[in-house]
């Protein structure tokens, strides 16, 4: 992990303003800023989004104003997003590490909420006013996204922005691999790394709801307490413990189900720790995130060190190991039903995503030091709406530059980031 001081963010003018998001999970292009084509005349939108301008550290995420015309086609809806999910693969993908990142330029952000304000042709189950959860691959963060109506779902009314935000990559990622890869059954024990994070938040609450399942949990100590309130069995502090012999203390045998998203040697000693019939879902290679920057050591390391394994292997130790990987699943439909199946949770009080912290497109920088740093616990959210002049920074002591580029107009902080756009533009 980096210690150094984050940056502050460098918002600009966008300098490429013929950019569009890549295409979402239907493979349904992406066109930010358009309009519903009831609309008699196209209406010029600027609009503020984060933009990853090159690989590297947190200076390649910039805060631009994009100003384009709107135009929807069939099937698409316009959402004014409300709130995002910043997940691990934004901070893979600002180094150049997650493949299905388009090159820059490109607009992070995989997931959000927000409201319809239109809707295209041939669009039956989604009218303006919708409070919507969306899934693409990425371009979501910005403050008006189009999106295929197919990839939005309706919000229960009890669920905050934050909360949809916070939902669909780590909640579809936790249950799909629990219930289609592992196929979880009462009576048994699970693994998890990074127990603190989302992805580890909603594989306790998902395992709270099959009977008498063990959660073993890895996580610094000063989370324990939370993670346990939460519903972790036995946490383990990874960072002064071994955790292999610490499952072994409390599991002689070990446990049924492994959630690796680690890699590497960590891989391995998940394997070692598997009952006979139980199974190992590696889903991803954090150890290779260790500072701002791609660092070709760590990727070095975690290669060398990398399960390797024969047919014969799995045949005499009784065991299993597959990968899981959201981006890589084709099956719209399995998709939509898991949803379906997570919000009736939520609808039920079974599940509810925990917020760690919000934070505005200005102190991006804020938000991604959090979460690459594991001081996080649940969802970190980046909200579009402008943060107003007299907020102050969460984490940083310096001010955030505003979209409007004088610095006498930061200092001064008496006007709100909106009202500089305008300015600017």
Partial sequence: MSGEEAPTLQPEQEKQPDD????????????????SPAAAEEQPLSIRALVLTGYGGYDKVKLQVKTQKQQLAAGEVLVRVKACGLNFAELMGKQGLYELLPAPPVTLGMEGSGVIEAVGEDVKDRKVGDRVIMLIRSGMYQEVVVVAAGNTFLMPEQMSFEEGAALPVNYLTAYLMLFESANLKPGKSVLVHMAAGGVGVAVTQLCQTVPDVTVFGTASASKHEII????????????????????????????????????????QKGFSLLKPLGILIVFGAANCVTGQKKNLLAMAKTWYNQLSLSMLKLMQTNKGVCGFHLGYIPDEQLIVRTMGKLLELYSQGKIKPRIDSCYHFEEATDAMKRMHERQNIGKVILLPEAKKAEEVPKSNPEPVENVEKTEAAVNEKKEETTEEVKAED
């Fill in 20 to 35: 569009e998001p890549p295409p979402a999970a239907s493979e349904t292009p992406q066109q930010s800023g358009s309009s």
């Fill in 228 to 267: 346990s309130q939460g519903g972790v069995t036995h946490p383990i502090d990874y960072r002064t413990k071994d955790y292999v012999e610490e499952v072994r203390k409390i599991s002689p045998k070990g446990v049924d189900i492994v959630l690796d998203p680690l890699g590497g040697s960590d891989t």
